[in-house]
């Protein structure tokens, strides 16, 4: 074939979260889900590899991170602009803290939304 990447060899990573910082943890992920630890690593083509993250609600921050970092989200009303602190968010949601930290580490293409972001499986507990 001329094509490399019609035939791409798909491998599982299972990565624990636990006592992980968020951030370092991210660095890790990311290129597992573009694919750049690969020979065969094209930035246009779709050559990245699934990743299953377990234990997520006991990722660590750095820091005042903590009490101090916000995530922000819109509820698409008039002044609808919400934010939560990251330790509540990690209480209530502790997928989505790892999750946003991965994603903004991926360039905002038609591969990530498309392909990437599927790939990446987080889990807050150790059953998967």
């Not at 020979?39 to 779709?46: I, K, L, Q, V």
């Not at 995530?71 to 330790?87: E, M, Q, V």
């Not at 903004?104 to 990446?120: S, V």
Request: proline share 5%; glycine share 8%.
């Amino acid at each position: 074939m001329s094509f490399p990447g019609a035939v791409a060899q798909r491998a599982w990573h299972l990565i624990d979260a636990k006592n992980q910082v968020v951030g370092r943890l991210a660095t890790q992920i990311a290129p597992l889900l573009k694919g750049k630890h690969k020979p065969t690593f094209r930035p246009n083509a779709d050559c990245g590899d699934n990743v299953v993250v377990i234990n997520a609600e006991k990722v660590k921050f750095t820091g005042k991170k903590l009490q101090q970092k916000l995530y922000y989200w819109h509820t698409n009303y008039p002044g609808g602009l919400r934010s939560r602190k990251a330790g509540d968010q990690l209480a209530r949601q502790p997928t989505k803290v790892l999750r946003s930290a991965v994603l903004g580490m991926l360039t905002r293409n038609k591969l990530r939304h498309g392909y990437m972001e599927k790939r990446l499986h987080i889990y807050p507990g150790e059953a998967h």
